[in-house]
């Protein structure tokens, strides 16, 4: 019970994070950067249960990617907000 748990999180955490991170900078490149280092570093320290969890880590990211590119949740325009 506790893998299917892991994989659902892999599939969802990485995603909201590059979207979260979009929104916060603005810049999706950077949000990018900060989503890899954030999940590396849990890499490294050992976080992970196993490789296909790593995997699913990094296609949700680009799926994350994919979801800013679409909604162009980078775009700011001042404009908009009034």
Known sequence: ???LYWYMM???VPA???????RLTRNKYVAVMLTFILFGTSIYRGFYPSEWVIYIDSASI????IIVEIFE???F???DEE
């Not at 909201?16 to 991170?21: A, H, K, P, Q, Y």
């Not at 680009?62 to 990617?65: A, E, H, L, P």
Request: proline letters at 0%; a negative charge; zero cysteines.
């Open 1 to 3: 019970m506790m893998d």
């Open 10 to 12: 892999a599939m969802v």
């Open 16 to 22: 909201t994070t590059v979207v979260v991170f979009t």
């Open 62 to 65: 680009f799926v994350g990617y």
């Open 73 to 75: 949740l980078d775009n």
């Open 77 to 79: 325009n001042r404009e």
